[in-house]
């Protein structure tokens, strides 16, 4: 009994201790919260357009710095008048602390002296969040917990009013504005000194952009195409953009067609509202139509995947390219391995019929050339022409024995660049399966640049028409041939006027020597580092890369996938090239280059041999990260030996 109650008299002890240390605790004082409201002045403020300006609305967040501190997050609160912002603090702000304020709040701002602007690319209709805005700095005062922020936009404001007499209600789709010349890009990222703000001095609101080309801007807005000038100022559609002189185009698509405006030389100035008169009839504008150069089953096939995207690493037991896409790619009647031709078309002059020519060019001003065709007979009225860039905007005029017939413009859209080298054979001896790296999207969100790498099959059999598209139009500079052999496919004797790719060429040094038949030399350093240095070095002095196989499956396959891991294409897109491969004569039907196969290059292991992307994905990322990316590039410096610096001077050759 006694033992018990020492027992219980310790325990006591011991439970009261930790009740007073509890109490203590609990006594000691929370931390303070401090809230500081600034009002918003009305002038000069944002985000809604209309005609006296523009205004907040709600779900606008604003970013403030408070002395040299990173900028926090202050969302606008819209239900009070005057327009609010609320900042929480731990602390009190010292008197006198300078508030600096922007918008739209930017994550990871962290000094005031050079705060990050944007003005996005891509825009929508009805609202303006585009707008960038800054605030002039002002003191804390003594014991205030509010003060007043003054705001001025950043950023100029195009107004445009869209009508025709011939094709009112015209639904309008976007409106995309395309600076080819100018003192900054008409959008990106800026960065502003907000200390050095002056509300008397305009020239301190300068913004210093990070790029110095010129670039484009979409809006995104539905409305109808108006019947006159004064119907069109129901229909506001407005662009902010950055200030600044530029020229360019302005073009507006609707759900028929697209109209393209010469912009020259104007001025946009910040805070204002510039009205554009866009009369679709007028004779500044040219009506042009959009023609897809996807060849069918291409479009069936990335339709497919991008709405079931593959998803790797795991399961690869499934593929979207089934035999009903690829089956009948058996002849040189259906090359699907080709894109599909823009056609253009005219009428013939009554007299003179002489030898038409089309001529296509990158610009309004035709001055850029991209390419001619010559018509097939002084009497044709038409021409196709093939491998052009998707995406793009064209502008043409057909001669007449030198003379101009006529003139126009048409736009493309697609996906992928499918490359037709001359009236190429059908067969494994000759151009076929040649693609652009170009238009594949990265993790970054960036875009690898066309006329840069190909890929494709052998070109033995290169005939004269091949080899000058090969020099002068895709300006091949270097032939990376991974063949063992370096002959004919097939062992055949090179005929009359019939050489290799390098050759055919006169690329002198500018081949690789490197040989692959096996895993084991696929996976060679010393071979490797001279195929992706030949690459990179090509690159960077601008010549066009070929690469190519036999048939440009498996080995192509490989090296392909492993540059365009380097650039940040995901793998399952990666696989997406691989298996595009299909559609070439260069393959047998019946034995299409799958993701779902084994054995491959490309891909899958075999016999104990881990391969292709399970290589990569085996590898460990070590200074770079463990994504697919990282394991790449991980690879290709730490194993290859290549210095990072030539990596990164390659993607950001590559990338737009």
Known sequence: MKKISIRLLVWLAFAAAMLSCTREELAEPTPQSFVYRFTLAETGTKA???????????????????????????DIDVTTAPKT????????????????????????????????????SAQSGGSVAAMPMAGIPFQTEQGATSGVIHSRNLGAIIDFRVYSANYTGEQIRSIT????????PVCGEATLDLTSLDPEDEETLALTWAGSNPSSIILTQSAAVAASK???????????????TYSGTITITTDVASYIFPFTNKTLERNTIKRYNMNLDGASATRAFTYSIENDRLAIYLNNVEATPYNPPGDYSTTLMTSSIYSDNTSQANRLDWPKPVPVSWTNPTSGNAAKVVYVYNDAARTDLEL??????NSATSVDVYNLIPNRTYYYTVTNGGAELTRGAFLTSGRRRMIKVGESTYGKAYANN?????????????????????RGSNMDKTSSTAKDMLRNYMHIGLDVDLRTTRSYWGGNTPGAGENILYDALSLGDWHTTETFDSWGELSDATRMHNILTKVFSAVAQGKGVYIHCTVGADRTGYVSMLLESILGVEQGWCDVDYEITSFSGAVDSGNPKLRTGIGNYYYRSKGGETRGVDYIYSLSGGTYGN?????????????????????????????E
């Open 85 to 120: 912002v609320t900042l929480p603090a731990s602390a009190p702000i010292p008197d006198g602390t300078y508030i600096y304020a922007y918008y739209p709040y930017v994550d990871g701002n962290a000094d005031a002296h050079s705060a990050k602007i944007v003005i996005p």
């Open 372 to 377: 001619s065709v010559t018509a097939s007979s």
């Open 48 to 74: 809604t357009m209309g005609e006296d300006g523009v205004f907040w609305e709600a779900g606008d967040q604003m970013g403030l710095f408070v002395g040299s501190a990173s900028s926090a997050a202050a």
């Open 230 to 244: 004064d119907d069109a100022a129901e229909g506001h559609l407005y662009m902010v953009v950055a200030p600044g």
């Open 177 to 184: 504005f395309t600076a080819t010349e100018g003192d900054h």
């Open 434 to 454: 040649c693609r652009d790296f170009g238009g594949q999207r990265t993790i970054s969100g960036k875009t690898i640049k066309y006329g840069k790498i190909f």
């Open 627 to 655: 994504t697919f990316q990282a394991k790449a590039v991980n690879y290709v410096v730490n194993t290859l030996n290549i210095p990072y610096s030539d990596v990164k001077a390659f993607q950001d050759a590559m990338l």
